[in-house]
């Protein structure tokens, strides 16, 4: 980390610990009461006997933006932590398979609330304020194991109700079902995760089922994209947020998607990048989830549009993003993207060198580190009839 | 509607549904009175595989009006890798809609179909100016030999000599083709031709149809397909179809 993105981390949690000062019994207590936005959270640690419960302010009232990604356009790095900051996880250890019983069905509740939901959580004993930043994993409010909980009544979603009561449906089925009645990916995935969907039901670590949830709609979107004319120009769109800077290439050719990233490390470049044709992507990532859910974003447009294309993203990450906060940032930052008014160009050479632009990483760099040049030597078949 | 198709032997069943399960997960067969064929391309628009099997080839055969049926590949393959070498394979179409495949004297199993997805795909038309014949198995050591540089193969044919070659970040390698080597039947040129193809569609196919398909024969033009014919029942065959990579 350069020392820019240690001066950022650092006033982000001296004001973090002011905070505490000020309200520190709020959070160091034994027990809490206040409204969840509604949140759960399933661990991977401990694997397949993991940490599973709730996420609750301290406060009572309106919290749905506390944990609602969708809506945090225009927000700041620190807003955002602030967010997850006061978010105090209750936690409870349960086997994967568990999905019944009335702790498990609790939360269930709560995940298919349409609102926020008022909860009163009893601790073994009292939470540590302290709270971690590591640079690597999403940052934490405070966590407390669970001596008891009380859960109020909520109101449910009707199709996340539906969804949930119908076993006959598989998993991938029942996520895409929710998707297409407008629920909100942050909600689909929290469904996903505490053992809501499918036939055979499991709790899923939320890492794990928010990549599973960007995969399975994005891998059904592109099927029908498939089906789609291919665009005859190239399009170059592009969007800063949270120190991420996006550019998106859209060239004609069938269906293949690239992204690739770069980031600082010690004052060198780092890049990692992964990529898929028609066929789809057959091995996990290189970059994790980040790639299935540009995948998502940038899918949905070409849906929307009618229209197949090529894809090519790069995304920089600057020292500014100090504290990852998860990769729902890369989902909304490339739906803001593709909300832009796009550079309209023929040449491909050219939409690199436009797109590169936008970042402070040089256009061979770019391409020198993806497979896309690469990949558009292979002739189609259809060139030939 | 009558159909009814018997193999002789289960060894070019085997071959025909490994060649497409390179390329596809779902394939629609079309069935006449003159035989059973498919044809489709893999999802990326690279690769085509057209397949004739005329009726003359199969141990028994009905058809008395045409007919598409549609396959999950891998539900069909398993039950396919069921039969010993000799035994034959029987398909028909049973009255509540299933496939209907008797595996030797007393397997009988029944496979749910799916809608057929079949539009008319066309064919690339391309003058092919160079051809090679040899040996299936020969091929298949010859990429084998490419492989362990690169990631393409690359074919150069001048008049009645060849050689495959291939070129990665590690190295390169030129093997020449002997036209004494028995396992090469032809070499010929009509115009000098040089043409590079990925081996990551050419190598499963190649395995797929195996020692089975004897001699086979790979014809192309300079950065133009190329397309490999494997012969299968005799007179049956698979034609393979590769588009090429080109400098861009």
């Known amino acids: 980390m350069s020392s820019n993105s240690q001066d950022i981390r650092r006033s982000i949690l001296s004001k973090w610990h002011e905070s505490l000062s000020k309200y520190g019994n709020l959070f160091s207590s034994d027990e809490i009461s206040g409204t969840s936005p509604p949140s759960v959270f399933v661990g991977s640690h401990n694997y397949p006997k993991v940490f599973v419960g709730p996420l609750v302010p301290p406060i ?37 398979e568990q999905t019944e019983g009335r702790y498990i069905e609790n939360l269930q509740e709560v995940t298919m609330s349409s609102k926020p939901t008022d909860l009163d959580l009893i601790f073994n004993k009292k939470v540590s304020s302290n709270i971690s930043i590591n640079g690597e994993s999403a940052p934490f409010g405070p966590i407390g194991e669970i001596k008891s909980a009380k859960f109020s009544g909520s109101t449910s979603s009707k199709p996340i109700e539906k969804i ?109 990048s992964d990529y898929e044709d028609a066929r789809g992507i057959k091995h996990p990532p290189r970059i994790a989830g980040a790639y299935f859910a540009a995948k998502l974003a940038v899918s949905e447009y070409l849906l929307k549009n009618k229209i197949q294309a090529g894809v090519l993203i790069f995304r920089e990450i600057r020292p500014e993003y100090s504290i990852p906060v998860g990769v729902w940032q890369v989902r909304e930052g490339i739906r803001e993207a593709m909300k832009q008014k796009p550079k309209i160009i023929t040449s491909f050479n050219e939409a ?10 040089s256009k061979n760099e770019w391409i020198k580190n993806g497979k896309t040049l690469d990949a558009i030597r292979q002739k189609s078949i259809l060139d030939y009839f | 509607m009558t159909f009814g198709a018997k193999t002789n032997g289960s060894d070019d069943l085997k071959a025909i549904i490994s060649a497409i399960s390179t390329l596809v997960e779902e394939a629609t067969f079309v069935a006449t009175s003159e ?43 398993k039950l396919i890798k069921r039969a010993d070498k000799k035994d034959s394979i029987e398909i028909s179409i049973s009255e509540e809609n299933m496939l209907l495949v ?38 298949d050591k010859i990429l084998g030999d490419v492989q362990v540089v690169s990631d393409y193969l690359t074919i150069n044919t001048s008049e009645s000599k060849g050689d495959f070659s291939g070129k990665g970040d590690s190295g390169e390698v030129v093997i020449d083709l002997d036209k004494d080597d028995d396992d090469i039947e032809e070499i010929s040129s009509k115009s000098d031709s040089v043409g590079t193809y990925s081996l990551e569609y050419l190598n499963p196919v190649v395995k797929a149809v195996g020692s089975n398909a004897g001699f086979i024969t790979c014809e192309f033009s300079s950065a133009k397909p190329l397309r490999i014919e494997f012969k299968v029942a005799n007179i049956g065959r698979i034609h393979f179809y590769l588009a090429p990579r080109v400098e861009t």
């Open chain 2, 102 to 139: 008797t595996v030797g004297k007393n397997k009988k199993y029944k496979i749910r179909l799916i809608e057929s997805s079949a539009t008319d795909t066309p064919l690339p038309k391309i003058p092919y100016d160079s051809k090679i014949i040899l040996t299936s198995s020969k091929f």
């Open chain 2, 35 to 77: 035989g059973i064929s498919f044809r489709g391309m893999d999802p990326s628009h690279v690769a085509l595989i057209d397949i004739s099997w005329p009726n003359s080839a199969f141990e028994k055969y009905e058809c008395d009006s045409d007919i598409k049926f549609g396959v999950r590949i891998d539900e069909f393959s």
């Open chain 1, 60 to 96: 009572h009232g309106n919290t749905e933006l506390l944990d609602n990604p969708e809506k945090w356009k225009g927000k700041s790095l620190e807003e955002i932590v602030n967010f997850r900051l006061n978010l105090v996880r209750g936690i409870q250890k349960i086997p994967i």
């Open chain 1, 352 to 361: 690199l060198e436009i797109a590169s632009t936008k970042t402070s990483v």
């Open chain 1, 164 to 272: 949930f009561y119908d076993k006959d449906i598989n998993a991938s089925d029942a996520v895409l079902k929710l998707y297409n009645s407008g629920i909100e990916i942050s909600k689909i995935q929290k469904c996903f995760s505490i053992g809501m969907l499918g036939k055979k039901r499991k709790l899923v670590p939320t890492k794990w089922s928010i990549t599973a949830t960007d995969d399975i709609i994005s891998k059904s979107i592109v099927e029908n994209i498939l089906e789609n004319n291919i665009i005859d120009v190239c399009k170059i769109f592009s969007y800063e947020h949270l120190g991420n800077i996006f550019s998106v290439i859209l060239f004609p050719r069938r269906w293949m998607f690239e992204m690739i990233e770069a980031w600082y490390s010690n004052g060198i470049i780092g890049f990692g």
